[in-house]
């Protein structure tokens, strides 16, 4: 398969500049005008039959070809963070608060560059969806995407997506079947006292000394209520009561981050951290309002379709630089909610160490460029295999 790569890689100057190009000009959620033109316009250059506009500014580039009637859909995410970049690169942000820091830029380009090269060396009979989405860090692109019909469009027998992951060796690819990423959500906790003088708590309703233990009850929902052997987050990353030390506050407010990577966990959280609140609160004369917001749905990669994207993975890199079984993640990811509507399966892509190699979120992260011709073969194999006229070459899936 190394021909493949090789053919990649002899192009990969363009799609480096590109990648760049993107790092460069990065946009939020929503706001990946400039991006979503960029991706447009070469798809339709390449010959694809382009929709914008999807979400809000969600492209789909589709090719058609022969009289398959598979049909084949593949995700990459366009959005960029709200981090000052500190990374000192001639191609650093020059938008000043912003920055890719999680690596989305390489994500379109490693899409575009498998796009061009399988619009016009593709051997493949089906219909290729490649979804380019917005608002993946929290805005739930996917869904809105998926609101405007994106489904019911542009139909797929299996949808497949990828993630660089610092920490692992470049080029390296990790999967997993089942969950893989957890689902993640948020509740605001408002705790209602009675305010008064510090001299004089016998008159007050203290909401802080509520919230002080409430916080530390928060911590037996995992070691205590969820079943030792799944996994569960529950963490408190706010707390703000109070503005002086002679006054006792009125309220108490409390911000929690929420994860699961199993749904019957995700609804023992929801109900632990509901009546925990409640029955705190009523232990200190206090009143709790939990505002619960759901997020991101838990990442299930289906059996089948991990099965086929492990044998492309291997055969295009070889046993050694595939991980067939990778550990669960804490992180979330809205490609999830795809999952939930088709089949399919999320990899992540090792992006190295040294420098730029951090963890992405982190203002020194840098996306390794060197992923661009590997991520690139690996889209262009899965999309030749899965529309593949020859059944022999299907490998696992039907
Ligand atoms: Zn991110
Ligand atoms: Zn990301």
Redesign the pocket.
């Known amino acids: 398969m190394t021909y493949l790569l090789d053919a990649l890689h002899a192009r990969i100057g363009e799609f480096v500049d590109l990648r760049r190009d993107i790092h460069r000009h990065p946009e939020l959620a929503f706001d990946e005008h400039r991006t979503a033109a960029l991706v447009a316009e070469r798809l339709a250059a390449w010959g694809y039959r382009v929709e914008r506009g999807l979400g809000g500014t969600g492209v789909v580039g589709t090719l058609v070809r022969g009289a398959g009637s598979r049909r084949l859909g593949i995700r990459a ?1 366009m959005d960029a963070l709200p981090i000052p970049e500190a990374t000192g690169l001639a191609w650093a942000s020059q938008r000043p608060g912003l920055m890719h820091a ?3 830029d390489g ?1 379109t380009a490693m899409l575009l560059a498998a796009a061009r090269h399988l619009a016009e060396q593709g051997r493949f009979d089906g219909t290729l969806n490649l979804i380019f989405q917005p608002a ?2 929290g805005g739930g692109g996917a869904l809105r995407m998926m609101g405007d019909g994106l489904f019911e469009r542009f139909p797929c027998d299996a949808v497949f997506a990828m ?1 660089n992951m610092p920490g692992v060796p470049q080029g390296h690819l990790v999967l997993r079947e089942g969950a893989a990423m957890a689902s993640s959500d948020y509740a605001t906790i408002r705790l209602t006292g009675r305010g008064g003088h510090g001299a004089m708590p016998q008159h007050a309703a203290d909401p802080v000394v509520a919230a002080a233990s409430l916080v530390m009850a928060l911590q037996t929902v995992v070691s205590r209520n969820v079943d030792p052997l799944q996994a569960a987050v529950v963490t408190v990353g706010a707390l703000h009561a109070g503005q002086a030390n002679n006054v006792i506050p009125a309220q108490a407010t409390l911000e929690l981050s929420v994860r699961a990577l199993d749904r019957d966990v995700r609804a023992l959280l929801e109900q632990r951290v509901k009546a925990l609140a409640e029955s705190q609160a009523a232990s200190f004369g206090v009143r709790a309002e939990v505002d619960w917001r759901p997020g991101y749905a838990v990442l299930v990669n289906s059996a089948r379709e991990t099965a086929f994207a492990r044998d492309v993975a291997v055969g295009l890199l070889g046993a050694e630089r595939v991980t067939l079984q990778g550990p669960p993640l804490t992180g979330s ?1 809205d490609f999830a909610f795809m999952l939930e509507r088709v089949p399919g399966s999320y990899v992540l892509i090792g992006n190295g160490d040294g420098p730029g190699g951090c963890m ?1 979120h982190n203002p020194g992260y840098d996306f390794n460029d060197d992923n661009i011709a590997v991520g690139s073969a690996y889209w262009v194999r899965l999309a030749e295999r899965f529309l593949s006229a020859d059944d022999l070459t299907r490998g696992a899936c039907p």
């Open positions: 995410d999680c690596g989305h994500h993946e860090e993630h990811e992405v």
